[in-house]
Structures are given as structure tokens and as C-alpha cells.
């Protein structure tokens, strides 16, 4: 890995030695790198080296191209705003290829701290205001202009289609053992697709949206505690903005981590739920539709469900999406998100409330 690394920072051409590097375990997907340089007086810099996971994103360079368009209308914009900064290569391109033909980028480090569960209301509401910005500042963005990376990323019903059909074909012969689980998905197959279907009639407004709202893609300053930017662009897409509020609701107000073995532990914590409420929509309650509005807990109840479905299809089918760290991590990882979806539709009507109570307050301010 080692002279991996050397040549990657080489075509870089990053100044200094080659010092350290660790992998950063954060992430499903790509691989992460903590790289250091050290130069003739001893003083060291850091950037982050990522390998994409090409399966997953077939085109990488389109991704690339779409975080150049993305980055580029913030920081001209809003000047103060940080944002992500990719190095270029001798030839001027902002990624390269390893001998073995894997696709590699690297970015600057940035000094900070992540939260992959917070019980800090205020770093909740923070992260809410720092997505709502991130939507508000793409809102007269043209999406037409990104590459649609992932096709139907978060189109929940086809996602649930996928999975049946995958069910039909049993490919590895572990569906009797997910019966209670493929039921309930069965179950709550029309009312988690009903947003997708109606996004695809024209109901809801397209926008540019992140698609990867979890709070560990937001870092923050170590001491402030207030956000500094907006990470993991490589799913920025036209979308709803609704399934951004979902997507991470769904993962901070979880009680739990997003693959606790232990069930009784998870629960849909509606006080976390607020406190983003608060923030996100604070941020973005003046562009937001009232359909939009009124369909932001049946998109985190949605967006939950499809990625217990995305889960137990990867199961089904062998593992061969998601990172596992052991066999059955993606069965529990579905679990983990169907309790959390059943807490949501429990809750749904004090969520409800929540939701008209943030409204109606952001629009007093
Ligand atoms: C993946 O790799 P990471 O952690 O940023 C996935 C998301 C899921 C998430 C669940 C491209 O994100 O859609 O919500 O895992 N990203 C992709 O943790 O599929
Ligand atoms: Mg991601």
C-alpha cells in the first residue's frame, strides 16, 4: 500500500515526504486514507487520500465533474463559505489511476470532529442548519448540468422492486431465513414508494440534493462545535428535498448506531427529531412547498425503508455493495432500520405536530 500511496501523492505532486497513513473506517462505500507529508524542517501536513468504489459509481469522473460544478457555484456565491478543494495533477485533472486501474482523489485535510451519534441537541440543530444551508445554497443551481450518477438512487420504489425481484431469484438461498422482514417491507410497499411515484408525476419540485444527509458528512470545528462544511458530495443529484430531511433524521435521531445487533435499543428519538427539525428547517422553510412540507416524516419514514431494503438486498444477494464487517452485518443493518421505521410510523403523529409547531415558528422569526 505504501508505494501505492508514494505514487498517488507523487502525481500530486504534494510537496515533501511520504510520513504516515491510516484508514479512516468511516464510510460504507470508498476507501479512506489519513495521509502525511513531512517536509525538510520536520513540519507535517495532512490530506485525505479516498479510492472510489468503482461498482458502485461507474463513472467516477462524472462524479468528479459534478463536485467541480457543485463547489464551484458556493465559493462563488457565497465567498465566506468553506468548501471542498480537490488537488490536481501535472496534467490538471483532479483524480488519477493506480496501477491496478483504481480510480483515486485527494482533498486537503481538515481539522475536525464528527458525530456519528451526538446526544447534543444544539450539534443536532447545527447539522440541521448546515444541510438546510447546503440545500439553500444549491436551490438556483441547474441540476440539469449533473451527471445522474447513481441512476434512481432514491427511488424507493423502484429500490422495493429490485428487491423483490431479487427475491423471486433467491440467488444465494437466504431468503427463508428473512421471511419477517420481507413481509413487513411487503407491507409498507405502497405507502414507502407513494413520495417516489408522486416525485416521478411532478408533484414535488426537482432539486439539487446532497442524498447522503448522515451527520458524520457534516465536520465540525473541535472547539466551536459549529459546522465548517459539508462533505461526501459524490451523490449531490437532482432530488426531493424531503429525503435529505429524511435521510438524516433517519440516522441521527436514532438512538442507536446504524447496525446495533441490539433491537430494543432502537428507538426514533423525537427530541433529536426536533432539534433538526428546528435547524433544517429554520434554513429552508421559505423555499419549501406545502406539499414538501407535509410529506417530511413520510419521507424519513420512506427513505428508512428503502434502505432496509437496499441492506437485505445486498444481503440477499451476497454482499457485494455495502462494506461488511461480518457475515450477517447487512441483515442486522436491516433490522436496525426496519425497527427504526416501525418507531416512525408509531410516532408519526406527534412527529406531525413537530414538524407544523417548526413551521409555524420559523415563519413567526
Ligand atoms: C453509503 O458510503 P457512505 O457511508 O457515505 C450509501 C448511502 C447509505 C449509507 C448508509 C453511494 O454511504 O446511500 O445511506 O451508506 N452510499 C451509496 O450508511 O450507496
Ligand atoms: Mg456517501
Redesign the pocket.
Known amino acids: 500500500m505504501f508505494e501505492t500511496i508514494r505514487k498517488i501523492g507523487e502525481a500530486f505532486r504534494l510537496p515533501g515526504t511520504l510520513y504516515t497513513f491510516d484508514i479512516i473506517t ?5 476507501t479512506t486514507y489519513r495521509v502525511t507529508y513531512r517536509d525538510d524542517n520536520g513540519n507535517t501536513k495532512a490530506y485525505i487520500f479516498q479510492r472510489i468504489n468503482t461498482v ?2 461507474q463513472n467516477p469522473v462524472q462524479i468528479m465533474h459534478n463536485i467541480d460544478l457543485v463547489t464551484s457555484h458556493i465559493r462563488e456565491k457565497y465567498p465566506n463559505e468553506r468548501t471542498l478543494h480537490f488537488h490536481h495533477t501535472g496534467d490538471g485533472k483532479n483524480y488519477v489511476f493506480d496501477d491496478q486501474n483504481c480510480f483515486w482523489r485527494v482533498m486537503n485535510w481538515v481539522e475536525s470532529i464528527t458525530f456519528d451519534t451526538c446526544d447534543d441537541l444544539s450539534v443536532i440543530a447545527a447539522t440541521g442548519e448546515a444541510f438546510g444551508r447546503f440545500q439553500n445554497q444549491l436551490s438556483d443551481f441547474d441540476g440539469s448540468q449533473l451527471y445522474e450518477t ?1 441512476p434512481d ?1 432514491h427511488n424507493t420504489k423502484k429500490r422495493l422492486d429490485t428487491l423483490f425481484e431479487h427475491v423471486a431469484q433467491d440467488p444465494c438461498g437466504r431468503v427463508s431465513g428473512v421471511m419477517d422482514e420481507i413481509e413487513y417491507i411487503s407491507s409498507v410497499r405502497w405507502k414507502a414508494g407513494e413520495l417516489s411515484v408522486r416525485y416521478a408525476n411532478g408533484e414535488f419540485p426537482v432539486r439539487v440534493t446532497h ?2 444527509t ?1 451527520s458524520n ?1 457534516v465536520l465540525f470545528d473541535r472547539m466551536t462545535k459549529m459546522p465548517i462544511v459539508v462533505i ?1 458530495l ?2 449531490v443529484m437532482p432530488g426531493m428535498a424531503m429525503y435529505d430531511f429524511g ?1 438524516a433524521v433517519r ?1 441521527i435521531a436514532n438512538t442507536a448506531a ?1 447496525d446495533e445487533p441490539e433491537i430494543q435499543r432502537v428507538y426514533f428519538d423525537t427530541a433529536k427529531f426536533r432539534a433538526f427539525c428546528k435547524g433544517f428547517i429554520g434554513e429552508v422553510s421559505q423555499g419549501l412547498t406545502q406539499p414538501e412540507i407535509d410529506s417530511l416524516v413520510l419521507a424519513s419514514f420512506s427513505i428508512t425503508v428503502e ?1 432496509a431494503a ?1 441492506f437485505l438486498d445486498d444481503y440477499i444477494t451476497g454482499d457485494k ?2 462494506k461488511i464487517n461480518y457475515p450477517q452485518h447487512n441483515l442486522v ?1 436491516t433490522r436496525c432500520q426496519l425497527a427504526l421505521a416501525k418507531d416512525i410510523m408509531r410516532k408519526q403523529a406527534e412527529l406531525e405536530w413537530i414538524v407544523r409547531e417548526t413551521v409555524k415558528e420559523a415563519k413567526e422569526k
Open positions: 468511516n464510510g460504507n462505500i470508498n458502485v459509481f447513481i438512487f442524498n447522503d448522515k458528512n461526501d459524490d451523490t435521510d440516522f446504524e434502505l437496499r455493495y455495502f443493518r
